[in-house]
């Protein structure tokens, strides 16, 4: 049996605590409650962290988050020798916010460099310190000190980063806004997540199930520091948080 966990953080990304009540234990102690605000490792983007404090003050680690049977399942991974928890209690969740956050602004980062570099994605993996997004392009043609410039006008703009749902009719109707050469948006239930940069989306729009800050001044000062040609059609971009070395 899947269980369906409200993802409250698909709303509110900034969502640092919330209480929740747990309706599962699954056979390898993972933790599943009604409600969450930890993001699930999915799409490049690695899952939250955090702790779970309990009705009598103490606090149980979570090492990990990862999706279960269904995407909707949330499964809350405790560290090593965690105290049990039992079906029913309710808890208050806290996110590691700081890892959050960088998480949030590298892979709105990320979304920019897909506006700059406008080719199919053949991968991507978002980190705090050193995100990669990998593109199906013949020849580069592209610089380090150009893809860097053309993002922080991007980000010196301070455009709106927000999301709307369309259905999966609108989606068929707009093969475009699927960048991802190899994944297709889960279909099916009639709702499709866009996160969108710009008035009106002007900048981008694209099916994305992850966290984001609310704009792209909040992303901060990026650069690229790789561009690697990863087979004979494939370029890997590496993005990092900071000025450009001078060097």
């Given at each position: 049996m899947a269980y369906k966990t409200e993802a409250l953080f698909r709303d509110d990304a900034y969502l640092k605590t919330a209480d929740a009540t747990i309706v599962a234990v699954n056979d390898r102690g993972g933790f599943i409650f009604?409600?969450?605000?930890?993001?699930?490792?999915?799409?490049?983007?690695?899952?939250?962290?955090?702790?779970?404090?309990?009705?009598?003050?103490?606090r149980v680690a979570i090492a990990a988050t990862i999706t279960g049977?269904?995407?909707?399942?949330?499964?809350?991974?405790?560290?090593?020798?965690?105290?049990?928890?039992t079906v029913g209690e309710q808890v208050r969740l806290a996110i590691d916010w700081e890892r959050r956050h960088l998480l949030m602004r590298m892979h709105a980062a990320c979304h920019l460099l897909t506006v700059v570099c406008p080719f199919p994605i053949t991968g991507a993996s978002v980190s705090e310190d050193d995100s990669r997004v990998d593109f199906d392009i013949p020849d580069a043609g592209f610089t380090k000190e150009d893809?860097?410039?053309?993002?922080?006008?991007?980000?010196?703009?301070?455009?709106?980063?927000?999301?709307?749902?369309?259905t999966d009719e609108e989606l068929a109707a707009n093969p475009g806004l699927v960048k991802s050469k190899n994944v297709r948006p889960p279909a099916g239930t009639g709702k499709i997540r866009l996160v969108c940069i710009g008035e009106n989306a002007s900048i981008d729009s694209q099916p994305c199930g992850g966290t984001h800050v609310k704009s792209t001044g909040e992303?901060?000062?990026?650069?690229?520091?790789?561009?690697?040609?990863?087979?004979?059609?494939?370029?890997?971009?590496?993005?990092?948080f900071g000025p450009m070395p001078s060097t």
């Open positions: 009604d409600r969450t605000i930890f993001y699930a490792t999915s799409g490049g983007q690695p899952g939250d962290t955090g702790v779970l404090e309990r009705a009598d003050g103490s049977e269904t995407k909707d399942e949330i499964i809350h991974v405790p560290a090593p020798e965690h105290t049990a928890l893809v860097t410039a053309r993002l922080m006008e991007m980000v010196r703009a301070d455009h709106p980063i927000f999301t709307r749902l369309i992303v901060g000062e990026i650069y690229i520091g790789k561009i690697e040609k990863k087979g004979r059609e494939n370029r890997r971009f590496r993005i990092r």
